[in-house]
């Protein structure tokens, strides 16, 4: 079975920076587009990046992460990466990774971060 597994969350104070790290398995990684998502407590998923697979790589952040946050992938080790700095109090979230191509959509567990005021 297709497997996302999300690491690197944890708690952090504001201004801090952490590095999420999520490793896929039993998939054609290259291909497919990736991205990271977040959840707070009752509030709705919100997209905070995604990195298209094929060629060209196109990115594409949320507004309220643009400039702190940035989404990179590594084809070789099937492995997308979100690097987050200058974390404010409103980032806490889990935040999960997201597998999709056609109609075909996985997701990972997600991995809790927490930024402390």
């Known amino acids: 079975q297709v497997q996302l597994v999300e690491s690197g969350g944890g708690l952090v104070q504001a201004g801090g920076s952490l590095r999420l790290s999520c490793a896929a398995s039993?998939?054609?990684?290259?291909?497919?587009?990736m991205g990271w998502y977040r959840q707070a407590p009752g509030k709705q998923r919100e997209l905070v990046a995604t990195?298209?697979?094929?060629?060209?790589?196109?990115?594409n952040y949320a507004d309220s992460v643009k400039g702190r946050f940035t989404i990179s992938r590594d084809n070789a080790v099937k492995t997308v990466y979100l690097q987050m700095n200058s974390l404010k109090p409103e980032d806490t979230a889990v935040y999960s990774c997201?597998?999709?191509?056609?109609?075909?959509?996985?997701w990972g567990q997600g991995t809790q971060v927490t930024v402390s005021s």
């Open positions: 990195i298209s697979g094929g060629s060209g790589g196109r990115i």
């Open positions: 039993r998939i054609i990684f290259s291909i497919y587009n």
């Open positions: 997201n597998a999709l191509l056609g109609g075909s959509s996985y």
